[in-house]
C-alpha cells in the first residue's frame, strides 16, 4: 500500500506544524502511521507520540496497522500494554488519550500526530503537548474530520494565513481517492446537507441555532396508522425526568408514536408503564450505554439488568456514540441530502415535537445546550444512531510493510 498523491504532498512538505482536515475514508491513520515510522526511524533517540481522543481510540484505531508496518528487526521491544514500541535506534513512539490531557505532561517531544483533534479538548495542545514540544523543537501532524468551527478551525486557519511553521490542506474523500463516486453519491443522497458537507466534503460547518433544522412540523408530523407489532423505545435514564420515544420501523423509515416522560421515577417505574401500555408485545429497547452501571432503582441492579429481566429485547453500544453522530443521524432521518423524509411523529407526541423544534447549541460552540430539551432528543438518537449509524464500523485494511 503505498501513499496518495494528496497523502504524499502532505508527508513531504517540511512546514513543522501541519493540519490536514479531511473527508471520511481519505486514509487519515495510514498516513498517520507513515508519519510516526518516519520520524521515529530517521534519526535516533526520537520520542513521538500519536494521540487520539481517547486511549481506547488509540488502541483501536492505529495499534495494529503500525504494528504491521514495522519491519521485526528494527524493534528492540514492543508493549501492548502501555502501547509503546521501542527501536533498537533509542527512539519510541507511544499511543496516547488526551482524555486526561495533564496525563500527558512530563514528557519532551520531537514530533506528534493528533488525530481527530476537534473531539479533543482544546487545552490538550495548547496546555500540555505543545510545550513538550519546545526543547526540541518537534513538530506536529492535526489530522482529522471538521466538528463545526471550534480549536481545530483556529489551527487549520494558522495555515491558511501562512503564519511561519504552518501549513494547512483540506481534502474531500473523493479527493482522496480511496472512495468510488457512486459510494460518494449514495452518501449524500443518505445523510442530510450539513453532516454529508462535514463528513464528506471536509467542510467546517457553522453549528448555531436550532439542531434538529431538518424538522419541519408541516412536513415531520404526521399521524401514526401503522400496526406496532414491534415496537421499538429509545430510552434515557434521568430522575428528572425519565424520558423514552417509542417508534414503529417500516423498512428505513421510523414513525415516533408514542412518549414517557416520568419525573421522580426510576427504571422500574418505566418498565411497569411500558407493560401497562403495551401489554406483553414484542418491545426493543435502545437504551443510554451509560445503562450498564448507572442504576436508578433500589437494590443495586444496575438499569439495563433491570431491563434485561423484564423481558425486554436490549440493544445497546459498548459506549457512547459522539454526540454529534447521534445529532447527524437523527437529523439524516429527518431529511435527507436527496430531499427524503424518514422520520415521521405523531402530533399526539408533544414533548418531542417541542424537543425537536426547540433544543439548541450553546453559544459559539457545537455542544448541545442542557436545557431540559436534551432529554428527549437523547432518548430518540440512541435508538436512531443504533438503528442507522452514520459512523460504520471501520475496519481498516492493513497495508504493507513499511520498508
Known amino acids: 500500500m503505498e501513499l496518495t498523491r494528496p497523502q504524499s504532498d502532505i508527508f513531504v512538505s517540511p512546514e513543522r506544524f501541519r493540519v490536514v482536515v479531511a473527508g471520511r475514508r481519505f486514509g487519515k491513520t495510514f498516513l498517520s502511521t507513515a508519519e510516526l515510522l518516519h520520524r521515529a526511524l530517521r534519526k535516533d533517540d526520537q520520542n513521538v507520540w500519536y494521540v487520539a481522543p481517547t486511549y481506547k481510540a488509540a488502541k483501536e484505531i492505529a495499534w495494529d496497522m503500525l504494528t504491521n508496518q514495522i519491519p521485526p528487526e528494527y524493534i528492540s521491544k514492543t508493549n501492548e500494554t502501555s502501547l509503546t514500541i521501542n527501536f533498537k535506534n533509542g527512539s519510541s513512539i507511544s499511543l496516547k488519550g488526551a482524555e486526561k490531557p495533564d496525563n500527558l505532561r512530563g514528557r519532551s517531544l520531537d514530533f506528534v500526530v493528533l488525530d481527530e483533534f476537534a473531539d479533543m479538548r482544546k487545552e490538550a495542545w495548547f496546555e500540555v503537548i505543545r510545550p513538550s514540544l519546545s526543547d526540541r523543537k518537534g513538530g506536529a501532524l492535526f489530522i482529522g474530520t471538521p466538528k463545526g468551527r471550534n480549536h481545530f478551525y483556529d489551527l487549520y486557519g494558522?495555515?491558511?494565513?501562512?503564519?511561519?511553521?504552518?501549513?494547512?490542506?483540506?481534502?474531500?474523500?473523493?479527493?482522496?481517492?480511496?472512495?468510488?463516486?457512486?459510494?460518494?453519491?449514495s452518501a449524500r443522497a443518505d445523510l442530510d446537507e450539513r453532516?454529508?458537507?462535514?463528513?464528506?466534503?471536509?467542510?467546517?460547518?457553522?453549528?448555531?441555532?436550532?439542531?434538529?433544522?431538518?424538522?419541519?412540523?408541516?412536513?415531520s408530523v404526521r399521524r401514526h396508522t401503522a400496526d406496532c407489532h414491534v415496537i421499538h423505545v429509545g430510552m434515557d435514564f434521568n430522575l428528572d425526568p425519565m424520558s423514552a420515544v417509542l417508534m414503529t420501523r417500516k423498512g428505513d423509515t421510523l414513525h415516533v408514536f408514542d412518549e414517557i416522560v416520568m419525573f421522580g421515577s426510576n427504571t422500574d417505574e418505566m418498565v411497569a408503564e411500558l407493560r401497562e401500555r403495551y401489554g406483553n408485545g414484542t418491545i426493543v429497547i435502545y437504551p443510554d450505554p451509560a445503562s450498564r452501571q448507572r442504576k436508578t432503582s433500589a437494590g443495586g441492579r444496575t438499569d439495563l439488568s433491570i431491563l434485561q429481566n423484564a423481558g425486554f429485547e436490549v440493544r445497546v453500544r459498548n459506549s457512547h456514540a459522539a454526540v454529534r453522530d447521534r445529532i447527524n443521524a437523527v437529523n439524516s432521518r429527518l431529511l435527507s441530502n436527496d430531499g427524503q423524509r424518514r422520520l415521521y411523529v405523531d402530533p399526539k407526541c408533544k414533548k418531542v415535537i417541542e424537543s425537536l423544534e426547540r433544543h439548541t447549541y450553546k453559544e459559539g460552540t457545537s455542544q448541545p445546550e442542557k436545557d431540559g430539551f436534551d432529554h428527549m432528543n437523547d432518548a430518540l438518537g440512541y435508538a436512531v444512531e443504533y438503528l442507522f449509524p452514520i459512523r460504520k464500523a471501520h475496519q481498516p485494511q492493513a497495508p504493507q510493510r513499511w520498508t
Not at 195 to 204: G, I, L
Request: hydrophobic residues 25%; negative net charge.
Open 158 to 185: 494558522k495555515g491558511v494565513d501562512d503564519d511561519e511553521g504552518w501549513k494547512s490542506y483540506q481534502y474531500t474523500t473523493i479527493e482522496g481517492g480511496n472512495v468510488e463516486a457512486n459510494e460518494i453519491a
Open 195 to 219: 453532516t454529508f458537507q462535514q463528513e464528506y466534503e471536509a467542510k467546517f460547518v457553522n453549528y448555531s441555532g436550532v439542531i434538529y433544522y431538518s424538522f419541519k412540523r408541516e412536513e
